[in-house]
């Protein structure tokens, strides 16, 4: 089982950035595929991102072009540098591997507001 700690959020205005973080436990975290999702209030939790364990890459129609996701396998971590940011954005932002889910965990508060 993997642990995973989300971390990087905040306030920001539109048109602004954020990078997330997500610090994953065990060693075969390098060998999932990692996902980011994100759950507005009173929305189901929605697909963002994912990035195999080589690096390849997809997105969600919703944020292509202005999210990139990145890992660094030898820290556990995997990232998710948002810019462009809209009001829509706001949401809580989880990551997660892909597709089969470990326990989720408590995710990282972005709200995109002037």
């Known amino acids: 089982q993997v642990q995973l700690v989300e971390s990087g959020g905040g306030l920001v205005q539109p048109g602004g950035s954020l990078r997330l973080s997500c610090a994953a436990s065990?060693?075969?975290?390098?060998?999932?595929?990692m996902g980011w999702y994100r759950q507005a209030p009173g929305k189901q939790r929605e697909y963002l991102a994912r990035i195999t364990s080589s690096g390849s890459t997809n997105y969600a129609d919703s944020v292509k072009g202005r999210f990139t996701v990145t890992r660094d396998n030898a820290k556990n971590t995997v990232y998710l540098q948002m810019t462009s940011l809209k009001p829509e954005d706001t949401a809580v932002y989880y990551c997660?591997?892909?597709?089969?889910?470990?326990?989720w965990g408590q995710g990282t508060q972005v709200t995109v507001s002037s």
């Open positions: 997660n591997s892909y597709p089969h889910p470990q326990p």
């Open positions: 065990g060693s075969i975290f390098r060998i999932f595929t």
